[in-house]
Nanobody, 124 residues
Framework: QVQLVESGGGSVQSGGSMKLSCAASGFTFSTHCMGWFRQAPGQGRQVVGGIDTTGRTNFISDVKGRFTISRDNAKRTVYLQMNRLDPEDTAMYYC??????????????????WGQGTQVTVSS
């Protein structure tokens, strides 16, 4: 049974940091690209960034330089480190997996598996 379980969400003040984790099971983690997405209240889900099977990452411009993505294949876990958080980063954050090969950027439509999400709230 495929599972993606996000953790690490919560509340933080503007300018703070938070690290999300996504633990995978039920599929071959090392052969999948991983993406992070977010959905703010009243808005559609948008990509945050992704990491391919070689460790190469990509990000949207809004978070580039503030967020990093890493993966630990031995632990079957992908991480989203978020620094200099802003209230506009408040959203439900989801991780997703896509069987490689994957494109240069993470796309919602190509993801095969999704987690349930973890809430991140940034207060001003």
């Amino acid at each position: 049974q495929v599972q993606l379980v996000e953790s690490g969400g919560g509340s933080v003040q503007s300018g703070g940091s938070m690290k999300l984790s996504c633990a995978a099971s039920g599929f071959t983690f090392s052969t999948h690209c991983m993406g992070w997405f977010r959905q703010a209240p009243g808005q559609g889900r948008q990509v945050v960034g992704g990491i391919d099977t070689t460790g190469r990452t990509n990000f949207i411009s809004d978070v580039k330089g503030r967020f990093t993505i890493s993966r630990d294949n031995a632990k079957r876990t992908v991480y989203l480190q978020m620094n200099r958080l802003d209230p506009e980063d408040t959203a439900m954050y989801y991780c997703a997996a896509e069987k490689a090969p994957c494109g240069p950027i993470a796309l919602e439509v190509t993801m095969d598996y999704w987690g349930q999400g973890t809430q991140v709230t940034v207060s001003s």
